[in-house]
């Protein structure tokens, strides 16, 4: 199931149903499934989720923070090597 945004988000009968959306073939917006967690998991799956997203972020800005380190290290070396020709 991709999920490209949310739709309806509702919380009835103890069950938090959150509606899936994502972009068909034609650029049309189309449910593309539905997560349904129960009022007693509702704290844990939440959690897990915001704890798993920011370990994402943080593993993204690392590799960000090393390809822009590499970027001026490669950058300075070739400045350096063109002022000793």
């Given at each position: 199931?991709?999920?490209?945004?949310?739709?309806?988000?509702?919380?009835?009968?103890?069950?938090?149903?959150?509606?899936?959306?994502?972009?068909?073939?034609?650029?049309?917006?189309?449910?593309?499934?539905?997560?349904?967690?129960?009022?007693?998991?509702?704290?844990?799956?939440?959690?897990?989720?915001?704890?798993?997203?920011?370990?994402?972020?943080?593993k993204?800005?690392?590799?960000?923070?090393?390809?822009?380190?590499?970027?001026?290290?490669?950058?300075?070396?070739?400045?350096?090597?063109?002022?000793?020709?």
């Open positions: 199931m991709l999920i490209e945004n949310l739709g309806n988000v509702t919380f009835v009968n103890g069950i938090l149903r959150v509606q899936c959306m994502s972009v068909d073939t034609d650029g049309a917006v189309k449910e593309s499934g539905v997560i349904q967690i129960p009022a007693g998991s509702l704290n844990g799956v939440l959690n897990g989720l915001i704890s798993a997203s920011k370990s994402i972020e943080e993204l800005n690392s590799l960000d923070d090393d390809s822009n380190t590499q970027a001026k290290t490669k950058s300075k070396s070739k400045s350096k090597s063109k002022k000793t020709n």
